[in-house]
Nanobody
Framework: VQLQASGGGLVQAGGFLMLSCAASGRASSSYSMGWFRQAPGKEREFVVA????????YYADSVKGRFTISRDNAKNLVSLRMNSLKPEDTAVYYCAADEGNGNNYYSSIQENYNYWGQGTQVTVSS
């Protein structure tokens, strides 16, 4: 599967962005999906994951209540709505696909993800 992330940009603190991850080559319903981010000089970190069915999701504490993940398997699309953005959210955001079994499976562990998109830059100004 190939993943294409888009939707990044420059936004002021308190604003919002919507990231999208389009899957091609194989149905996205075959994978649980996740978003990770990497800020300059820092390790890549987990943001959020969603199960194949879309019924389960798991958020990092730093984004809980501000970010919302969703998926449309008919369109092979995963979206990340990011509200109340903070300067510390500035990073390159990557979507990833995990072949782990089960419709309710999801993971926050990077090593479990088999496929990665190219990343999209999110910059939040103060």
């Amino acid at each position: 599967v190939q993943l294409q992330a888009s939707g990044g940009g420059l936004v002021q603190a308190g604003g919002f962005l919507m990231l999208s991850c389009a899957a091609s080559g194989r149905a996205s319903s075959s994978y649980s999906m996740g978003w990770f981010r990497q800020a300059p000089g820092k390790e890549r970190e987990f943001v959020v994951a969603i199960s194949r069915s879309g019924l389960q999701s798991y958020y990092a504490d730093s984004v809980k209540g501000r970010f919302t993940i969703s998926r449309d398997n008919a369109k092979n699309l995963v979206s990340l709505r990011m509200n109340s953005l903070k300067p510390e959210d500035t990073a390159v955001y990557y979507c990833a696909a995990d072949e782990g079994n089960g419709n309710n499976y999801y993971s926050s562990i990077q090593e479990n993800y088999n496929y990665w998109g190219q990343g999209t830059q999110v910059t939040v100004s103060s």
